[in-house]
């Protein structure tokens, strides 16, 4: 068999060097005179690279570069049997470089995810993995529902590709800025004709945020473990949307992570249904869902873990107990140990259930909220 060699240019920066040169095969059975061959650029960013092929194509290849090239040299050689093997075999494994090199330069940047508080961004990073930066704009010693961002703030979030919401009147800072709503994903939107309401909240304060109370939609929406699910799957949506290449991996990851919440909501099925209508109180009302979904018995106050509360708040909480005898008081965080004393003496005690608006500590997501179900089983025990 006949073949001829003929020098074109072709990019090659794909690979990574800054000069190179092959033989690439470009093969036509005898009579064919409609080949497929690849046109090449010229230019100087371009280094050679030698292709064969047989008679019939050759007609084809020299329009793309003898016109171009006056320096493109023709030459015949005769190939036996064993010498066109091996030519095909090289071929092969350099197509299969050129093919991963240009995957390599094409792959996209990891995208750029603002999430509104850390169960949403354990959320995004556990699904998205390295295809994703996520940030958690909130300060570590604050509240995210009660963060204001700075002018700084709100650029970086204009920056971003895709900000999370939590949805349920959680971002009060969201209609003071300016935002494209292409890039806003309400995650708990699903599920909005389950949100609960407060009436009449008390107004208080607790940590930088200032005075505020929890009037209106109840906002803790993901403690709700069934509702959280339903969250992770609206992030995987939103960031699949933006990076349809990664929709299967992402969402194979989604599934894991449901498992993961599927089996939490389990847990806490089976602990509240081990005692039912076991009176409980909560420190904070920021369990309204935990509740309702796990059929909790609880009746809730408004004090903080690091403030003792004024001589009339535990005057109403004598009261409480007049009528709902829990032995248990649940909280945001470890209380004082003059408030956990004081408790006792009314024969109540003190178990956390973090709710983890904030980035933790130590561990994630999961390994926060299992460390709360073992907590809980103190009160069920």
Wanted: aromatic share 10%.
């Amino acid at each position: 068999m006949s073949f001829y060699f003929i020098f074109c240019s072709f990019p090659s920066s794909s690979l990574g060097m800054k000069s190179w040169k092959l033989r690439l095969p470009v093969f036509s059975q005898a009579g064919d005179h409609k080949a497929k061959v690849p046109k090449p650029e010229l230019g100087n960013k371009y280094k050679y690279i030698e292709f064969f092929c047989s008679y019939p194509s050759l007609k084809k290849l020299g329009k793309h570069c003898s016109k171009k090239d006056p320096q493109t040299p023709f030459r015949k050689v005769d190939l036996g049997g064993a010498d066109l093997f091996i030519l095909c075999f090289v071929w092969l494994i350099l197509s299969l470089l050129l093919s991963n090199a240009s995957a390599g330069d094409t792959e996209s940047p990891p995208l750029k995810v603002i999430a509104a508080n850390y169960p949403l961004a354990y959320f995004a990073e556990r699904i998205g993995g390295s295809r994703v930066s996520v940030n958690l704009p909130a300060p570590a010693n604050e509240d995210p529902a009660f963060w204001k961002p700075t002018a700084g703030e709100v650029g970086d979030m204009q920056k971003a590709e895709l900000i999370l919401l939590n949805g349920a009147d959680y971002e009060k800072w969201l209609p003071r800025v300016t935002l494209s709503k292409f890039k806003l994903t309400d995650t708990s939107a699903g599920f909005k004709n389950a949100y609960i309401r407060i009436e009449n909240a008390v107004t208080h304060s607790h940590g930088p945020s200032g005075m505020h109370s929890h009037e209106g939609i109840v906002f803790t929406t993901w403690l709700d473990f069934d509702q959280a699910a339903i969250q992770a799957e609206a992030v995987a949506q939103a960031m699949a949307r933006k990076r349809p290449e990664f929709k299967t991996v992402m969402m194979d990851n989604l599934k894991s992570l449901q498992n993961d919440l599927a089996a939490l909501d389990s847990q806490m099925k089976g602990l509240t249904a081990s005692k039912p209508r076991v009176p409980l109180l909560g420190s904070h009302p920021v369990y309204q869902y935990l509740a309702r979904r796990y059929e909790l018995n609880l009746k809730s106050v408004h004090w903080e873990p690091n403030e003792m509360p004024p001589n009339e708040e535990w005057e109403g909480l004598r009261k409480i107990l007049a009528t709902h005898p829990a032995k248990w008081m649940i909280w945001e965080a470890k209380p004082s140990e003059a408030i956990v004393a004081k408790l006792t003496e009314l024969g109540v005690g003190s178990l956390v259930f973090d709710p983890c608006a904030n980035r933790p500590e130590s561990g994630n997501f999961l390994d926060v909220m299992g460390i709360n179900v073992e907590h809980l089983k103190y009160a069920y025990r």
